[in-house]
T-cell receptor, first 112, second 116 residues
Framework: DAKTTQPTSMDCAEGRAANLPCNHS???????VYWYRQIHSQGPQYIIH???NNETNEMASLIITEDRKSSTLILPHATLRDTAVYYC?????????????FGTGTRLQVTL | NAGVTQTPKFQVLKTGQSMTLQCAQD?????MSWYRQDPGMGLRLIHY???????DQGEVPNGYNVSRSTTEDFPLRLLSAAPSQTSVYFC???????????????FGEGSWLTVV
């Protein structure tokens, strides 16, 4: 699985959009981009994933660049409950699909 | 639907003791795995299983054993606990690799283990 690079930490004001970047310049053609978050040592929670098209669900939007070397997770209206560590992961949907390689993630602090 | 259930949630062991962390899922998932998370770090894969009777090693397998006798259960055994195994352990499960719509990985709530 390709490695990812994320900023260590970010701040966001409550109600504003939180834009979390991720660099995955060595991603291969069959690898998807996944985002998980971990709130205060709970089990990681799935947010969204995509291959090359932008994706949106009830939690967030995922914007993947055309060359697929980077992506941005967007929380459109951040709340205090969104304070967490956000992990960007790339992995293929073949072989050992349960194998996720976690980096250290981005610690997002949402403030009043 | 309980999802992924881990027990115990907290455990203190003495060096050299053995124990088993239990993991069960009720979603009929083929894939199950165990991760450990040390303070300030991301999760690291210990062992994983692609189906009943099939297991393989992850990134940090030493000191741990697993078995997968049923689809639902994937216990993690610490053979002879060491202080370096003090960590939070997470069990995870998902469907097979070819169904994109259902390939979300679900995690348990974690088991806090301290080895003294």
């Amino acid at each position: 699985d390709a490695k990812t690079t994320q900023p260590t930490s970010m701040d966001c004001a409550e109600g504003r959009a939180a834009n979390l970047p991720c660099n995955h310049s060595t991603i291969s053609g069959n690898e998807y981009v996944y985002w998980y978050r971990q709130i205060h040592s709970q089990g990681p929670q799935y947010i969204i994933h995509g291959l090359k098209n932008n994706e949106t669900n009830e939690m967030a939007s995922l914007i993947i660049t055309e060359d697929r070397k980077s992506s941005t997770l967007i929380l459109p209206h951040a709340t205090l409950r969104d304070t967490a560590v956000y992990y960007c992961i790339v992995r293929a949907h073949t072989g050992t699909a349960s194998k996720l390689t976690f980096g250290t993630g981005t610690r997002l602090q949402v403030t009043l | 639907n309980a999802g992924v259930t881990q027990t115990p949630k907290f455990q203190v062991l003495k060096t050299g003791q053995s124990m088993t962390l239990q993991c069960a899922q009720d979603m009929n998932h083929e894939y199950m795995s165990w991760y450990r998370q040390d303070p300030g770090m991301g999760l690291r894969l210990i062992h994983y299983s692609v189906g009943a009777g099939i297991t393989d090693q992850g990134e940090v397998p030493n000191g741990y054993n697993v078995s997968r006798s049923t689809t639902e259960d994937f216990p993690l055994r610490l053979l002879s606990a060491a202080p370096s195994q003090t960590s939070v352990y997470f069990c995870a499960s998902s469907y097979g690799p070819y169904d994109r719509a259902r390939n979300t990985i679900y995690f348990g709530e974690g088991s806090w283990l301290t080895v003294v």
